[in-house]
């Protein structure tokens, strides 16, 4: 943990939006999965977004139409845009890579690679007031 660096959380109002961004100086994404999870206090870790190659595996469904992932050309920054946010979206969001396989179901449980940690951030806070 704490191989990567997110920024960009912070505390916005209901229908506003946010960009977060994910990287470290020097570090270029693999093509393996990579992408944002988000945690609430009590829960557990679920996914936002995911890449895998060069193409988007899947969105949660509670954040699919208002958040759209997306990396820079030199694969050096992952971003997650999210726009009309809501006070359910109020978490820790997390940047990971280094997945391997994944997939995303809609409620946010991913299936990714057995026996592969991944490089992951420490997580920015994400506020949304009604």
């Known amino acids: 943990q704490g191989r990567l660096v997110e920024s960009g959380g912070g505390s916005v109002q209901s229908g506003e939006s946010l960009r977060l961004s994910c990287g470290v100086s020097?570090?270029?994404?693999?093509?393996?999965?990579r992408g944002w999870f988000r945690q609430l206090p009590g829960e557990e870790r679920k996914g936002v977004a995911l890449?895998?190659?060069?193409?988007?595996?899947g969105y949660a469904d509670a954040v699919k139409d208002r958040f759209t992932i997306s990396e820079d050309s030199t694969r050096s920054t992952l971003y997650l845009q999210m726009n009309d946010l809501k006070p359910e979206d109020t978490a820790m969001y997390y940047c990971?890579?280094?997945?391997?396989?994944?997939?995303?179901?809609?409620?946010?449980?991913?299936?990714?690679?057995?026996?592969?940690?991944?490089?992951w951030g420490q997580g920015t806070q994400v506020t949304v007031g009604s």
């Open positions: 890449i895998e190659g060069d193409s988007v595996v």
């Open positions: 020097g570090y270029t994404f693999t093509k393996t999965c």
């Open positions: 990971a890579a280094e997945l391997g396989s994944c997939l995303i179901k809609p409620d946010g449980t991913v299936y990714r690679s057995t026996g592969i940690v991944g490089a």
